[in-house]
């Protein structure tokens, strides 16, 4: 069983620099989701994927940050010009969905520092 | 806007016991709820869920009830053991979309 997966699981950069995760969905999964965590708070949406295309972007999601899913399997989260704030775990998830009630899957989550 | 609260950021329970978790929403357009565990460094791993045409949904030792009329929703776990010791996350859906999540509660299970 393959789940969701995320690569890398650590990145630690400086401050100005560009970095880029991936994340690989659950076979046949056609939404995929990424969410960001901080310290002492839940998970919170930055955007999602239904195959190819991107179908919502969060407020919090700044233009330093795009992210793609080419091919609507994989999915990659680039942010530009790192800064402090920044740093957090970013979670992927994917789901089947149909119509409602989806339960998305959630992978390791990559964990940024930006010194 | 706080649309999902966990008031309670930590709970301790001994082994064997009842836990029990709640969570206040304040979206109305939540129609389906889950709960998550998570280890620290790890992704949240899914747990239980409930759509919100019902009241209860049991699996196994895990069971969550939600009361519409109140927004309240809680999770029962029965027995507790020292491997529940996890952060619990609670999260509204609408519409199969975007997950809303708590801030998450603290489960401490002593042997």
């Known amino acids: 069983d393959t789940g969701v997966s995320q690569d890398p699981r650590h990145k630690i950069t400086k401050r100005g620099q560009n970095v880029t995760f991936r994340c690989d969905p659950i076979?046949?999964?056609?939404?995929l989701y990424w969410y960001r965590q901080t310290l002492g708070q839940g998970p919170e949406f930055l955007t999602y994927?239904?195959?190819?295309?991107?179908?919502?972007k969060s407020r919090l999601l700044s233009d330093r940050f795009s992210a793609e899913r080419p091919k609507g399997s994989f999915s990659t989260l680039e942010i530009q010009r790192t800064e402090q704030g920044d740093s957090a775990m970013y979670l992927c998830?994917?789901?089947?969905?149909?119509?409602?009630?989806?339960?998305?899957?959630f992978g390791p989550g990559t964990r940024l520092l930006v010194l | 806007d706080q649309q999902v609260k966990q008031n309670s950021p930590s709970l301790s329970v001994q082994e064997g016991r009842i836990s029990i978790l709640n969570c206040d929403y304040t979206?109305?357009?939540?129609?389906?709820f889950l709960w998550y565990k998570k280890y620290p460094a790890e992704g949240p791993t899914f747990l239980i869920s409930?759509?919100?045409?019902?009241d209860k949904n049991e699996d196994g030792r895990f069971t969550v009830f939600l009361n519409k009329s109140a927004k309240h929703l809680s999770l029962h776990i029965v027995p507790s053991q020292p491997g529940d010791s996890a952060v619990y996350f609670c999260?509204?859906?609408?519409?199969?979309?975007?997950?809303?999540f708590g801030t998450g509660t603290r489960l401490a299970v002593r042997p």
């Open positions: 998830a994917s789901s089947r969905w149909t119509t409602v009630e989806e339960t998305q899957y």
């Open positions: 076979s046949e999964h056609n939404r």
């Open positions: 994927f239904q195959n190819e295309a991107q179908l919502e």
């Open positions: 979206n109305s357009m939540f129609d389906y």
């Open positions: 409930i759509s919100s045409i019902k």
């Open positions: 999260a509204g859906e609408s519409s199969g979309d975007k997950l809303t």
